[in-house]
T-cell receptor, first 113, second 109 residues
Framework: DAGITQSPRYKITETGRQVTLMCHQTWSHSYMFWYRQDLGHGLRLIYYSAAADITDKGEVPDGYVVSRSKTENFPLTLESATRSQTSVYFC????????????FGPGTRLLVL | AQRVTQPEKLLSVFKGAPVELKCNYSYSGSPELFWYVQYSRQRLQLLLRHISRESIKGFTADLNKGETSFHLKKPFAQEEDSAMYYCALVRNAGNMLTFGGGTRLMVKP
């Protein structure tokens, strides 16, 4: 479990500010994912990456930007935070291949005031 | 479109009682389904997958293609089973999961 970490664990910001959530994994997994967890919605995929420099949109990408210059890092940026982006954000990683187990980070609780 | 539905947001049972957490899905193809669990103060983790046809911590889940269901069952609930349970479906390509809304299981002593 310690192989995937997220920072910060808690963040309070204001509407309109830019926020970056970090995700780091030590397994050299090719796939990385960002989800947001909201009551009643379960987890929804924001963005994913199949490899370094390859990213693609998930279900709810609007208002978010990702990059993946290195295999081990997958930062998520909220360009101009909105209150609707208050959520718990989870990063996950997996080996390549359909159905491979996804390993989740501890989550980042973000509050946008 | 793929969709996973967990109709119960909260399920409360007594210790020793049988448990069934419901999961229904819609998917045009051969589905691959999972149950993930999040215990209090722990990370979300894989509980079981239908392909393995295994029993983990006494839980089993059978894929019923006719009813498009993948219900999670345990004959005798334990207090340590209290957690948030998510049913998930993997998409066609890559390894992207579509999650249900989750069911919180509370096992009372």
């Amino acid at each position: 479990d310690a192989g995937i970490t997220q920072s910060p664990r808690y963040k309070i910001t204001e509407t309109g500010r830019q926020v970056t959530l970090m995700c780091h994994q030590t397994w050299s997994h090719s796939y990385m994912f960002w989800y947001r967890q909201d009551l009643g919605h379960g987890l929804r995929l924001i963005y994913y990456s199949a490899a370094a420099d390859i990213t693609d949109k998930g279900e709810v990408p609007d208002g978010y930007v990702v990059s993946r210059s290195k295999t081990e890092n997958f930062p998520l940026t909220l360009e101009s935070a909105t209150r609707s982006q208050t959520s718990v954000y989870f990063c996950a990683s997996s080996e390549s291949g359909v159905g491979k187990t996804q390993y989740f980070g501890p989550g980042t609780r973000l509050l946008v005031l | 479109a793929q969709r996973v539905t967990q109709p119960e947001k909260l399920l409360s049972v007594f210790k020793g009682a049988p448990v069934e957490l419901k999961c229904n899905y819609s998917y045009s193809g051969s589905p691959e389904l999972f149950w993930y669990v999040q215990y209090s103060r722990q990370r979300l983790q894989l509980l079981l997958r239908h392909i393995s046809r295994e029993s983990i911590k006494g839980f089993t889940a059978d894929l019923n293609k006719g009813e498009t269901s993948f219900h999670l069952k345990k004959p005798f609930a334990q207090e340590e089973d209290s957690a948030m349970y998510y049913c998930a479906l993997v998409r066609n390509a890559g390894n992207m999961l579509t999650f249900g809304g989750g069911t919180r299981l509370m096992v009372k002593p």
